[in-house]
């Protein structure tokens, strides 16, 4: 069983930079490729981007390439999601959630979930 950490989200400026860490522990973390969703209120919950076992694969909705980050460090049992120039539209609850195949986008896909970390842009 993997349980998952998210932390690193506050409010903060349009056009800050903001990185999201997630922990993981309790199983083994090269296994699983790591996703990071978003959850504004009132909509569903959103793929941001996903990165594969080995890091060497990565994937970003188009809304935030370009902008975000997504990286890991299997030494550290921790996936990061490196957010710059962000916009209001940003705000949203963040996920990390692992999945034993890399390229999937949808929640049902993934396995193991975190509890989410509040991100909240200020215009």
């Known amino acids: 069983q993997v349980q998952l950490v998210e932390s690193g989200g506050r409010l903060v400026q349009a056009g800050d930079s903001l990185r999201l860490s997630c922990a993981a522990s309790?199983?083994?973390?090269?296994?699983?490729?790591m996703g990071w969703f978003r959850q504004a209120p009132g909509k569903e919950r959103e793929f941001v981007a996903v990165?594969?076992?080995?890091?060497?694969?990565?994937y970003y909705v188009g809304s935030v390439k370009g902008r975000f980050t997504i990286s890991r460090d299997n030494a550290k049992n921790t996936v990061y999601l490196q957010m710059n120039s962000l916009k209001p539209d940003d705000t949203a609850v963040y996920y990390c959630a692992g999945t034993l195949r890399y390229g999937r986008s949808r929640p049902g896909e993934y396995d193991y979930w975190g509890q989410g970390t509040q991100v909240t842009v200020s215009s």
């Open positions: 309790g199983g083994t973390f090269t296994s699983y490729a």
């Open positions: 990165i594969s076992q080995s890091g060497g694969l990565i």
